[in-house]
């Protein structure tokens, strides 16, 4: 089975596509240059001794609704307790009556 051709609409559809795809390259482009900018924080973090890998983890916890991040949490602990690992809060407690 064949693909089925594109019919324009009556009127000037070449422009109007035209117009569609020059947006979706320039929202390209700006993308490319967040995307730098964002490198270049990470590396700033950095250089002033923040490890980039955890404020990434930390970025994506913060945007996560509050039961959601609860719910992670609990389970990371479960999945610790069942491997037989500390869970993070019970390697905090572990550490501070040593």
Same mark, same amino acid.
């Given at each position: 089975?064949?693909?089925?051709?594109?019919?324009?609409?009556?009127?000037?559809?070449?422009?109007?596509?035209?117009?569609?795809?020059?947006?979706?390259?320039?929202l +390209? #482009?700006?993308?490319?240059?967040?995307?730098?900018?964002?490198?270049?924080? %990470? *590396?700033? $973090?950095? &250089?002033?001794?923040?490890?980039?890998?955890?404020?990434?983890?930390?970025?994506?916890?913060?945007?996560? +609704? #509050?039961?959601?991040?609860?719910?992670?949490?609990?389970?990371?602990?479960? %999945? *610790?307790? $069942?491997l &037989?690992?500390?869970?993070?809060?019970?390697?905090?407690?572990?550490?501070?009556?040593?």
């Amino acid at each position: 089975m064949s693909a089925p051709q594109w019919t324009p609409r009556p009127g000037n559809s070449g422009a109007i596509l035209k117009g569609f795809i020059e947006r979706v390259e320039r929202l +390209e #482009a700006e993308k490319k240059d967040i995307a730098k900018d964002v490198r270049d924080v %990470y *590396a700033e $973090a950095k &250089g002033n001794g923040f490890d980039p890998k955890i404020m990434r983890i930390m970025i994506k916890r913060r945007a996560m +609704e #509050a039961a959601a991040r609860a719910e992670q949490d609990a389970l990371v602990a479960t %999945y *610790a307790r $069942a491997l &037989g690992e500390p869970a993070p809060d019970e390697d905090d407690a572990t550490s501070s009556s040593d």
